[in-house]
Each structure stands twice: as structure tokens, then as C-alpha cells.
């Protein structure tokens, strides 16, 4: 009995190893963009307006203009979140935008496929950077869920860090954080897809992206449940 469990143990601890290898994309679940060369296999760019590629990378991913990048395979479920370190914000225009996404598809342009949305709003001004929640809906229309305003960051010290939380099925979390908390909001929606692939977006300025995280990971979740079921059954034990 005691060699079987140890033999489901093994079979479980190799099965999360396997998760964590085919994410080996983000290490740890983060992804730092390491080094001068794009990763095609993770990352795939989608130009909003026809032309040469206006992503670079260097220890960073850097944003000219209209430009989106999205996971290939990697997506975030119900009841984990993804956060981007937004390192600096130049270049501003008159509306320059920018974004961290879940995506329903990882190869479209189309507003609609952007289900769940952090963005920044840029309009020259006092509390300048409009911070808003967004569900676009599949067909037709757009949620909003206004978290606030602040002044243009410094980016000397801290990163300007964005968050989407999907905490159920059905309500997602929006944050901003500077330093602290800047702010948060949520929505409720339906419709959204079970596994949602990350999407950077940018408009109308020139920003860098970077440590894209993945809170809690797949490999972790299924970590905590094995070591759970372990002690409840240790525990069950001692008290017969």
C-alpha cells in the first residue's frame, strides 16, 4: 500500500514538473524579456497598422506607436491574476495609450476580443493618466469601470504596475499600483472565456513593458492541493 502512494506521489510530482517545464517560456511564471532577441515562440506581435515591427527588446520589450504583443499558449484562468511592470511612458502625443489584456484570441486586432482590460489614458492636464477597468464585449460595446486619475509617473524609483485579477468566472479586479496601491475597481460580466491569453498594447506614445507575472501558477496550485491532501490525511490518521 505504502510502495502504491509512493507511486502516485512520483506520478503527481512528474506531472507538475511536466506543467512547469512547457511554461518554461516565463520563468517562475515571470516573463523579464531577457537579453536583445524576441521570443517568437511566446510572444506574438500583432501590428495595428500595416508596416515594420515597432517592438524591440532589450532586458525589456519597448512599444513605437500602435503595437500589440500576446501570448502564443500561455493564458490566465479563473481565480489567478497577471500584473506588467510599466517601466517608462515617452512620446505622449496628444492620447497616448497604453495596456495590459486578457485576450480570447492570441491572433486579432479586433477591440471585441480584448474581454478584460487595464488601461492607462493619456490627456495633457492636471491627474492626467486616466486609470480604467474595461470589458469589451464580444459583440458590440464596451464596460468601464474608472479607478481614477494621477499625474504623469517618475519612473526613477518605482514602476507603474498593472493588474487584472480574475477572481471568479463572472468579476474581474482591476489595479494600479505606484510605489503603493494607486488605486482598484471591478466588474462583473459573462461570456468571457475560461482561459484568457496576456496581451501589451500601446498607442500614440512609446512605452516598455516588463516582468509580466502570473499569480498563482499552475504548477504551484497543484503543489498547495497535493501537499493539502497529504496533511488531511496525516491528520485523519492521528486522530484514529
Partial sequence: MRFAKSLLFIFLLTVVLFCQSSKAEFVNNVETFNGTV?????????????????????????????????????????????????????????????????????????????????????NSGPGNWSLIGQHEMPVGGT??????????????????????????????????????????????????PEQLYIRLENSICTTTFDNVTIIPEPATLLLFAIGGSGLMRYYRKRRK
Fill in 143 to 192: 464596460a468601464n469601470a474608472f479607478i481614477g486619475t494621477t499625474d504623469t509617473p517618475t519612473f526613477s524609483t518605482d514602476p507603474l504596475v498593472l493588474e487584472v485579477d480574475r477572481v471568479s468566472a463572472t468579476r474581474a479586479y482591476y489595479r494600479a499600483y505606484k510605489g503603493g496601491l494607486i488605486g482598484q475597481t471591478s466588474l462583473t460580466f459573462t461570456g468571457v
Fill in 38 to 122: 524576441k521570443d517568437t515562440i511566446t510572444w506574438r506581435e500583432i501590428l495595428l497598422n500595416p508596416g515594420p515591427s515597432r517592438i524591440t527588446q532589450n532586458n525589456a520589450v519597448t512599444f513605437n506607436g500602435y503595437s500589440n504583443y500576446c501570448t502564443n499558449t500561455i493564458t490566465v484562468g479563473v481565480g489567478q491574476k497577471v500584473r506588467v511592470d510599466v517601466l517608462n511612458v515617452t512620446n505622449l502625443g496628444s492620447n497616448g495609450s497604453f495596456a495590459l489584456s486578457l485576450s480570447g484570441h492570441n491572433d486579432s486586432v479586433i477591440n471585441p476580443d480584448n474581454y478584460l482590460r487595464m488601461y492607462c489614458g493619456y
